[in-house]
């Protein structure tokens, strides 16, 4: 049996593990989030007005997941952003893209989009995408009129393990910067021998997923690991 179950990618839950399931068991978690008071945090930060007290608290998580030791960097790629057309890909329920507080409306990429408007519409007063441009759709799906336009800054966090299809998204994100933009992203690259329906691993050795961002026309400004184990990568990085 066990043999079986992992020729057609089953999980403990006898569900077969395809992307679509995949996107089912993100929905839920999602939803669990958006009913936890740290939505809510995020949720009323976003809907307020904007002062320079919102835009510190908004830079913060950024500045402290990916600037740790590179500060200096953070206020630049936030100038740069500023007047530029920025992208996010895989946001879930709470983008991260606003806090760069471009003049330009944003591009998001969110598969499970249209089921966390309906949800928010329902349970609060608006959704989070109102003030962007969403694509409800699967990522690794190239979008022809995104090709050589975003120029400020792509932003992918916690993305694309959760698909198996993540390297036509990395494929992508390639194709839509143009030369300049900054690319800043983060995912955990292993989940050991037998990930859930959920997740998919990448590869054992960040070095290698390094090369392919090299490969891909980025120059990486710098990398970190939180959790070297996993392992996990996050990394700065310009288009040539």
């Known amino acids: 049996m066990r043999t079986l179950e992992k020729l057609f990618g089953l999980n403990k ?17 999602c939803r669990l989030f958006m009913e936890s008071d740290a939505f809510k945090s ?23 997941l990916f600037f740790k030791g590179h500060e200096d960097e953070f206020p630049a790629i936030c100038e740069h952003a500023r007047q530029r057309q920025n992208l996010e890909i895989g946001s879930s329920c709470a983008p991260a893209i606003f806090a760069f507080e471009s003049e330009v409306e944003p591009v998001i990429i ?32 190239p979008i022809e009129e995104l090709k050589g336009k975003i120029d400020g800054v792509i932003y992918v966090r916690n993305c694309i393990d959760h698909t198996p299809k993540w390297p036509f998204i990395m494929a992508n994100i390639a194709h839509y910067a143009k030369p300049g933009c900054k690319l800043i992203f983060w995912s955990e690259m292993s989940h050991g021998p037998a990930p859930d329906i959920g997740h998919y691993n990448i590869t054992d050795d960040v070095n290698d997923f390094l090369g392919l961002v090299d490969a891909l026309g980025f120059e990486v400004d710098h990398h970190f690991s939180n959790v070297p184990s996993l392992p996990d990568l996050g990394l700065v990085a310009t288009k040539r």
Not at 13 to 29: A, G, V
Not at 114 to 139: C, E, G, N, P, W
């Open 42 to 64: 995020y949720y009323a930060q976003l809907r307020s007005e904007p002062s320079a007290e919102r835009t510190r608290q908004m830079r913060e998580g950024l500045s402290n």
């Open 110 to 141: 969110e598969p499970m989009g249209q089921k966390i408007v309906d949800y928010q519409r329902k349970h609060f007063a608006d959704d989070v995408f109102q003030h962007s441009r969403l694509f409800t759709m699967d990522a690794a799906i």
């Open 13 to 29: 839950h006898k569900r077969l593990k395809i992307w679509e399931n995949s996107q089912e068991f993100e929905f839920k978690h």
